[in-house]
């Protein structure tokens, strides 16, 4: 699922020696939801949805923005009289039917990319800011970035549609994107 540009850092052939890479979707879309009717915009309850989650510092700002995104949209929709269903923790994700049933009650639902910004090749960036944060509770994630990844922050871009995405469209979901 890896962008075909990313793919000589990702998989270097020094590295990998002489490896086919194909391209592939981050998801499909499974039959079942191919054939199953959607009750009509106007009458599910839920105005927008929203399952995500907020990945740990070390995957660096495009981590850090689902929860920011999903922050903001709850509240400038509940702020605007808009009916949310928003959630980023792991307790609140939802899978096989329970997932379809709420995206069928919702009109909208938020979408973001699938993405991390810090590619950790070796783990050493991933051990280290779990032990300063276990240290440092406190810390913000811009002092964890300047001390432990930000040099290599953004290098490599590997952002892709999320699957959910896909699974949306199937309901007849309308998509609130953000890139």
Same mark, same amino acid.
Do not use: K
């Given at each position: 699922?890896?962008?075909?540009?990313?793919?000589p850092d990702i998989y270097p052939p020094?590295?990998?020696g002489r490896i086919r890479l194909v391209n592939t979707l981050t998801g499909?879309?499974?039959p079942r939801l191919l054939r199953s009717d959607q009750p009509p915009a106007a009458n599910r309850p839920i105005d927008i949805g929203y399952r995500g989650r907020v990945y740990p510092?070390?995957?660096?700002r495009a981590g850090e923005e689902r929860g920011t995104i999903a922050s903001r949209v709850r509240s400038d929709a509940r702020a605007c009289g808009l009916r949310t269903d928003i959630e980023v923790t792991e307790g609140s994700r939802l899978y096989g039917r329970a997932w379809d049933r709420f995206m069928a009650s919702c009109k909208a639902m938020l979408g973001t990319e699938s993405?991390?910004?810090v590619i950790d090749f070796t783990g050493e960036i %991933?051990?280290?800011? @779990? %032990?300063?944060?276990? @240290?440092?509770?406190?810390a913000t994630v811009a002092e964890i970035r300047a001390r432990f990844f930000g040099d290599v922050e953004d290098r490599i871009g590997i952002a892709q549609i999320s699957p959910r995405v896909f699974?949306?469209?199937?309901?007849?979901?309308?998509?609130?994107?953000y890139e």
């Open positions: 699922v890896i962008p075909s540009t990313a793919w020094a590295r990998v499909y879309v499974p510092a070390w995957h660096g993405d991390v910004s %991933a051990v280290a800011t @779990e %032990a300063y944060q276990r @240290e440092h509770p406190e699974e949306a469209i199937s309901h007849r979901t309308l998509l609130i994107m």
